[in-house]
């Protein structure tokens, strides 16, 4: 995962560096698939404070 980094932070935008947790990053047959984990919202935040995550439908 460690050689791939500093590729897939470039292409993926700024929104999901900030919100969510890179897990694992796998290449199969020339097809890189990214995992990733949503972050906690931080409580001290004030546009945050409210947010409940529910994940995606």
Same mark, same amino acid.
């Given at each position: 995962?460690? $050689?791939f980094?500093? +590729?897939i &932070?470039?292409?993926?935008? !700024?929104? +999901?560096? !900030?919100n %969510? !947790?890179?897990? $694992?990053i796998? /290449?199969? &047959?020339?097809? %890189? @698939?990214? @995992?990733i !984990?949503?972050k #906690?919202?931080d409580? /001290?935040?004030p546009?945050r404070? #409210?947010?409940? $995550?529910?994940?995606? %439908?």
């Amino acid at each position: 995962m460690e $050689s791939f980094l500093p +590729i897939i &932070q470039f292409l993926l935008p !700024e929104f +999901i560096l !900030e919100n %969510f !947790e890179l897990t $694992s990053i796998d /290449r199969l &047959q020339g097809v %890189f @698939h990214v @995992h990733i !984990e949503e972050k #906690n919202a931080d409580q /001290r935040d004030p546009e945050r404070k #409210n947010l409940l $995550s529910k994940g995606f %439908f």
